[in-house]
């Protein structure tokens, strides 16, 4: 049996450099069973390419991401490629018998998504998607919580994710912004992360009813982007805005309890403020990312006259992941996600176990975005297994 595993990165920029920070911190902090080699990180432009592979710490680079995954000395592709290359890629992966890791949404539609879980099921390789907010030790911590009961027969899911870095009508028509290569808007790209989570903490969807709307309609062509920020020319042509802005749904969930979503990036003020609470008939929890190292718990069963929401700081030695990082109170942060969702890629490769979320989950939660888009089309109700 082996005892690496050689890595094949195709992106370098957003989600490239925190999962080229994540490959190279998870042995640090952890033990995985297998050892990492960063082989090489794969983009279109030579010069920025080469630039990332030596500051990010990779054996070398490609240029065309076909020939990262034909070479023979690559076990793990994983795509942090805009959400149009993931079905091409993880398919072309998949049949030259690499395990996958791929970024969320799956991909641009639930028709694709699906083929892509047959291929990587057929070709009997490890597939797993970037839902890294379920990495948060606080998400784990609700999580068990859930499990033991301590939040009782679960009522609501109240989740919004709210970012503000498009409100500009001058931002550009960055590849965020065309539905031809992300799917959609906020939706896909935020709403993908909290239906995840619901799916994760409270459990299946039943039926969906949603709204969206694309407040700016037109936007300058983008002239360059990195991450979230990007430039345009003045004066540059406009182009079409074709994804949503802002959608917002309700939801019933199979064990009966009712879900609110709300995702735009049209709340001023709001940067990566992903939320959400539970409400059971024991308690309740929230937890939001941009305070990560905390989860509020308030139960019905404390004392009357000191009932209230407790801060707990999920940085306990006892706390899930907490103990491979530093001493309690010592906070952790965004890049850490990354970290514990690529040490059960691995160990799931090491022993042969299932990954989690898989491929599947992506699937799943692109029913679901999928089903709250009809909704909006038909103005109705729509049973997410219908789809
Ligand atoms: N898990 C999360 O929280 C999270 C956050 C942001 C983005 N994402 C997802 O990650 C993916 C990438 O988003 P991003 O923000 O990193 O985008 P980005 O624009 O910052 O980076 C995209 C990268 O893909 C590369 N690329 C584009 N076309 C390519 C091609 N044909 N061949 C090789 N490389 C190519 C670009 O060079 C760039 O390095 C998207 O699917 C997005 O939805 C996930």
Redesign the pocket.
């Known amino acids: 049996m082996k005892d690496t595993l050689n890595i094949g990165l195709?992106?370098?920029?957003?989600?490239?450099?925190?999962h080229s920070n994540a490959f190279r911190k998870v042995g640090m902090f952890f033990e995985p069973s297998l050892r990492l080699n960063m082989k090489a990180i794969?983009?279109?432009?030579e010069e920025?390419?080469k630039e990332?592979a030596e500051k990010f710490g990779w054996e070398g680079y490609e240029?065309?991401?076909e020939n990262l995954v034909k070479r023979d000395d690559i076990d793990v592709i994983d795509?942090?490629?805009?959400?149009n290359?993931?079905k091409e890629?993880a398919i072309a992966a998949a049949e030259a018998g690499k395990h996958i890791f791929c970024?969320?949404?799956l991909a641009l539609n639930l028709k694709d998504a699906r083929e892509m879980l047959e291929v990587v099921k057929k070709a009997n390789v490890k597939h797993q998607i970037?839902?890294?907010?379920r990495f948060a030790p606080a998400v784990q911590l609700a999580k068990k919580l859930i499990d033991e009961g301590k939040i009782g027969k679960i009522y609501h899911y109240r989740a919004h994710y709210l970012q503000d870095f498009i409100i500009d009508p001058c931002f550009p028509l960055?590849?965020?912004l065309d539905k031809d290569v992300?799917g959609s808007g906020s939706h896909?790209?935020l709403g993908?992360?909290f239906v995840d989570l619901a799916r994760f903490l409270v459990g299946e969807f039943d039926e969906v009813i949603g709204m969206s709307e694309t407040f700016i309609k037109e936007r300058p062509i983008v002239e360059r982007?990195?991450?979230?920020t990007a430039t345009a020319q003045e004066g540059a042509e406009m182009g079409k805005v074709t994804v949503d802005d802002a959608t917002i749904f309700m939801a019933r969930f199979k064990n009966g309890a009712l879900g609110s979503f709300e995702a735009t990036r049209f709340a001023a003020g709001h940067k990566n403020d992903m939320f959400f609470e539970i409400n059971g008939s024991k308690g309740s929890i929230r937890f939001s990312v941009e305070r990560m190292n905390e989860l509020e718990y308030y139960s019905v069963e404390d004392e009357e006259g000191l009932q209230g929401f407790r801060l707990l700081q999920v940085t306990e030695d006892i706390h899930p992941y907490a103990d491979a990082w530093w001493p309690v109170g010592h906070v952790i942060g965004y890049e850490h996600t990354?970290v514990h969702e690529m040490y059960e890629f691995i160990e799931a490769i090491a022993k042969d176990k299932p990954t989690n979320p898989s491929f599947n989950d992506g699937v799943k939660c692109s029913q679901i975005l999928e089903a709250v888009d009809v909704s909006i089309e038909n103005r109705q109700w729509i049973e997410v297994d219908s789809l």
Do not use: Q
Request: net charge positive; with cysteine.
């Open positions: 195709v992106g370098y920029k957003f989600m490239g450099k925190a794969c983009g279109r432009d920025w390419v990332s240029t065309s991401w795509i942090t490629a805009p959400s290359f993931h890629i970024e969320k949404p970037g839902f890294n907010y960055v590849w965020r992300a896909g790209d993908a992360h982007m990195t991450g979230l990354f």
